[in-house]
């Protein structure tokens, strides 16, 4: 896995010891000797990952991390804080400050290694999420990072596995200070429940009596619903062999048992906080997604969209021998509404439109927002004559009501004009189905609107 770490550490001899180690399993390796280079480095995004030191002449460590951790720019780089402080109070103290993880001097080679990798390979992940969201600032989508700054990682949904009693009656009141709290004695049932419970950190025995933790931790990693639930492993000291291979299984974080209260609690914050900020990625993708395909007014898909989905389905009425029908639809006077009633009022009435379109199509039904006061309907499997009669419904339904203007100060009577065609020819463009549309609706107009004209066949 190549990625770039930056190791942080005033003892050139210290700096070089882990610089070694790294290289010798491929990572590309960037030293810092102090916080403030440190920080500069970050903020140039030139590592991935961050090892470190906590004593430091110009800036400790718990600083660095804190700073990094609230600076929307640099607030995803994961850091572990290595350090020769070894007391709960300490670790814990590294964990509030933003940490994703925190090893005690001497560091074994195989579990720092071990880290580096994991939480990279969550670090890759994160920025695929980013890179996708980028263009979710430029068409109007708030980004997530000063939400994720601000969030303090309480009020999640936690799921605790465990089969002790004796266990998990301690551990569940302390979690149940700071989220909710549900509690699986039997691991069988335990995917089940994570899967159907919206839970943002599980939290996972590997000292269940009668099953494998790790088997369930794995199981969990390959279930789509759970695939990005944080899994928090709690294990007995002498089994290190088992927290690695849970770390190369997917296994976020770990505690050694005895389980000191106040790192459980870190450790869930930093988990739940993690879950959340990849989740407002995740929704930002799609929003960007939709809003590149939808209208914003109406909430019909727009011109784009209908133009690549319509090729599609005409391919598919092709292949299957069903008709497809495509309906033009244009709003009569629309251009004198906004004169007389003002373009507030344009838009009541383009929104109106939009819903009442909705309720005389089917689901299957294909309905868009052409440019200005222009609609289109795709409707796979109908022929003329259906294509017809829906049009007619829909004419009467716009014709025979009037709109609401001005938050229902006025009403004002609407007609409307429609083209109908259909896919003629196997292998025809749809740009010639849309003209013919389009040359329907033209007659229409010119023979005196609120009426629906076939196109001649």
Do not use: W
């Not at 369930?216 to 690695?244: F, G, V």
């Not at 727009?302 to 092709?318: G, P």
């Amino acid at each position: 896995m190549s990625a770039r770490v930056l190791v942080v550490d005033d003892v050139l001899a210290n700096v070089k010891l882990l610089e070694a180690r790294l290289s010798a399993e491929y990572f590309d390796v960037v030293t810092a000797n102090c916080g403030t280079q440190a920080l500069e480095i970050c903020e140039r995004a030139e590592c991935d990952i961050v090892l470190l030191d906590v004593m430091m002449p110009d800036i400790d460590g718990f600083e660095v991390c804190r700073r990094l951790k609230s600076n929307p720019k640099t607030h995803f780089i994961p850091v572990i804080m290595v350090t020769a402080l070894d007391s709960p109070a300490d670790r814990v103290r590294g964990l509030d400050a933003g940490a994703d993880d925190f090893l005690t001097k001497p560091v074994s080679d195989v579990v720092m290694i071990a880290r580096v990798r994991s939480l990279t390979r969550l670090k890759m992940m994160t920025d695929e999420l980013r890179m996708r969201a980028i263009t979710s600032l430029e068409i109007g989508v708030n980004a997530p990072e000063r939400e994720a700054v601000a969030d303090t990682g309480r009020g999640g949904r936690v799921l605790l596995v465990d089969d002790r009693p004796s266990s998990y009656e301690r551990l569940a009141p302390v979690l149940a200070t700071e989220h909710h709290v549900d509690v699986e004695p039997n691991p069988a049932e335990a995917l089940f429940h994570a899967a159907d419970g919206n839970y943002d950190l599980l939290i996972v025995s590997l000292g269940l009596e009668n099953f494998d933790g790790l088997r369930l931790c794995s199981q969990a990693r390959s279930l789509e619903r759970t695939r990005s639930l944080p899994i928090l492993a709690i294990a007995d000291a002498d089994n290190n062999a088992r927290l690695l291979r849970g770390l190369e299984i997917g296994v976020n974080d770990y505690l050694l048992r005895p389980v000191d209260k106040n790192e459980l609690l870190a450790r869930a914050r930093t988990q739940i906080r993690k879950r959340r900020y990849t989740d407002h990625l995740r929704d930002n993708v799609q929003n960007s997604i939709e809003m590149a395909i939808t209208d914003p007014l109406t909430g019909l898909h727009n011109r784009r969209y209908m133009e690549s989905h319509l090729a599609t389905l005409a391919e598919q009425a092709a292949m299957r021998a069903k008709p497809l029908a495509l309906m033009m639809l244009d709003i009569d006077y629309f251009k004198s509404i906004n004169d007389n009633y003002g373009h507030d009022a344009g838009d009541d009435v383009l929104r109106e439109f939009a819903v009442r379109i909705r309720k005389s199509i089917r689901g299957i039904d294909l309905a868009c927002r052409f440019g200005g006061e222009e609609f289109v309907i795709v409707m796979p499997e109908t022929d003329l004559h259906v294509a017809g009669m829906v049009a007619e419904r829909l004419r009467r339904s716009i014709a025979g009501e009037s709109f609401s203007i001005e938050k229902g100060a006025k009403r004002i009577e609407v007609t409307i004009s429609i083209g109908i065609a259909t896919l003629e020819t196997k292998g025809e463009p749809v740009s010639a189905v849309l003209k013919r549309a389009d040359q329907a609706l033209y007659r229409a107009k010119h023979d005196g609107r609120n009426r629906v004209v076939a196109a001649a066949a």
